[in-house]
């Protein structure tokens, strides 16, 4: 009579290794975006008639509940009111305001050269946004002043839909001086960049 352990463990081994040659049909198949529950769900085929120009004004307006509750929240706070309910900066060289859809998003990163290497901000990477869909509508508002020697920039994406916000921040970025200054025997000089380092242009700016 044959041992019924080692027939147990042959099937075992056996399914194992099945397992392994064929995958998990589960954790193999992946799930595909318009199946996802997003919190803020696709909405591209809606029509919202505030232009991003009116919903600016709104928001220094104090115009909804849900910019009245940010007001409260952070009214001790300048800097980071002037994110969340985002303001224009005054010296700012860009100021950038534009209804979208939130994947297109992450072609409006600016990239500058900080004396070592090139940055990107605000560095938006959709994939960070598990709660937002790819095709969901949100007005992007952006201001940034880059000079020689420092970069300042915050910027701030909100639902059309909703007025929430969905994204934002603010930097500030000393920028160091170039290894051509340090050598210099005579003191720094005003050095400049190679063509193939110089900032890179946020596509709006070109189009």
Same mark, same amino acid.
């Given at each position: 009579?044959?041992?019924? /352990? ?24 992946? #799930? ?15 029509? /919202? ?18 910019? @009245?509750?940010?007001? @409260? ?12 309910? /985002? ?63 420092? /970069? ?37 000089? @005003? ?14 700016? #070109?189009?």
């Amino acid at each position: 009579m044959k041992n019924p /352990f080692l027939i147990s463990l042959f099937m075992f081994i056996f399914s194992c290794s099945l397992f392994m040659l064929l995958g998990n049909p589960v954790y193999s198949q992946t #799930t595909p975006s318009d199946k996802i529950e997003y919190l803020y769900p696709a909405n591209k085929e809606k029509g /919202f008639d505030e232009t991003v120009d009116e919903f600016y004004q709104a928001l220094r307006d104090l115009k909804y509940p849900v910019h @009245q509750e940010l007001y @409260q929240r952070h009214k001790q706070e300048q800097r980071q009111l002037d994110t969340v309910l /985002f303001k224009e900066m005054s010296d700012a060289s860009v100021n950038i305001k534009k209804k979208l859809l939130f994947n297109e998003v992450e072609g409006l990163n600016y990239v500058t050269f900080d004396g070592n290497i090139l940055r990107p901000y605000p560095d938006i990477d959709i994939n960070y946004h598990q709660t937002v869909s790819p095709n969901r509508q949100v007005y992007f508002f952006y201001s940034f002043k880059d000079t020689e020697t420092e /970069f300042r920039g915050r910027y701030a994406i909100y639902d059309v839909e909703t007025k929430e916000t969905v994204a934002g921040g603010y930097t500030y970025m000393p920028k160091s001086p170039t290894f051509k200054e340090h050598l210099l025997p005579n003191g720094p000089i @005003q050095a400049k960049m190679p063509l193939n380092q110089q900032p890179l242009p946020i596509a709006l700016l #070109t189009d």
